[in-house]
């Protein structure tokens, strides 16, 4: 006899369909052909659809109760109208499902004195909503009190001299805009932000109506998403350049007078009239004697 080899292989296990092969198809029962929900669909327990004690009424009820939306009217009335079951079946059908913990019906009075039934459906007989569940729940953010905040608009250029009446006239401008297309009508504070662009091109000696026409000129015929921040690019991509610097005008020529013999030394000056030269109306001799 040969002694036992402990390397040899381990045989192979055999298939066994219900065990080892839970998904095979099935030879007998029902067959399911699943598609996966992405709208429009319920989470149902199985503790409620396959429930061993419950009616198929109830079971059946319970499923339709737990996919409506909240405020659905579920009242016996309703539901009779609803199915084709009558008001006495059904009315049993919803006792069955309270004495199992799947609905709770209470009686409340409202603010204007009417008696009306509160009915909660419970999707997990036994669990209730406490405060810890309801912290542990992510909290809808609230509208907030404050609009979010601004895109900034493209910085526009600066005039060299902020002159009131220069960003007053450049105000105007930019206000009248909307005159040439309603699409560019603008909030106070983008005109504030627009007039000092504005201004630069009126320091570069543009006219007010060449501005207007530059900047209302060829507009895209989509709608305009945000004007201010079209007109701030075209202030800034089409700003034109500064004036040619004019030389300065050439002094006056001196004027020469004629020459005029000082009647006090015979010399002869410049003046525009007969009399004395400048050594002669200045001579200290002179003024000593007079």
Known sequence: MTCENPSAPVPAKSRIPGKNHPHVRPHSG?????ARHTENFTVIGNHLAQHEELSLLAIGLGCYIQSVRPGTAVDIKTLAGRFPEGPT???SALRELEAHGYLRRTRERTATGRVVTRTVSCNKPGHRTTSADAAARPVRRAVQDKPPPRKQ????PQPSCKAPGLLRAALDIVAGLRGRDPRLLLSATDAEHLAPGVAAWLERDVPPSAVSRALTENLP???LIRPAAFLAHRLAEQLPPLPPVRPPAPPAPETRHPLQNCEGCDHAFRAPAPGRCRDCRFDPREAALA
């Open 89 to 91: 079946r059904i009315a």
């Open 221 to 223: 015929l989509v709608p």
């Open 30 to 34: 029902v067959i399911h052909e699943n």
């Open 153 to 156: 608009l493209p910085p526009v």
